[in-house]
């Protein structure tokens, strides 16, 4: 068995980099929610506002793991229930955002780039995933496995992959009107 402490060290650098990566992309995301912002306002949008929420949840979460790992002299068991808590907490959130979801019966970005059921599967179904993921990490952690430690990286980079695809499209393709607010102009 690899010793904790020296799998920790291997991925300082990483889990460095995905703290500014992450903190970098979270003002993205504060742009790119600003530009859009009246239209997230609108009860009709909630899609739009449940997206956001969730992006803005994965990457503090994927930040939160990051300062975890940059924590010195971090103990196994403290890194271990320290992250099975962001695990749980993304789990919960991520099903929060699901029936969410579910409940806003216009949905008026069907057929837009955010179709419904992509929207789901992209943001809180792969959220799900990557944090019942972690969890199942902490566990192994919290067992004496320096493996958990080295595939955490798996959820981390799932989760900052999709939430900057969602950022990417909150930019290019967030500016929607209802059918009848487009007029001669479009």
Known sequence: MQDFSGAIEQWGTFYF?????????LGLLFVAVSLNVD????????DLRIMGYQ???NYLMVLLVALIFLIPVQTQTGMGMMVLLVGVAGVTVSIRQIQSAERNPEHPILGAYFYKPIFMLQISAVGFVCFAGMMILAILVLAGQALGV?????????????ATETTWNFLTHGNYHAPEEHGANN
């Open 150 to 162: 080295s595939l955490l990286f798996i959820p981390v980079a799932a989760l900052i992959f999709s």
């Open 17 to 25: 980099t995905v703290a500014a990566v992450s903190g970098t992309l």
């Open 39 to 46: 239209t997230m306002r609108r009860a009709k949008f909630s």
């Open 55 to 57: 992006t803005h949840f």
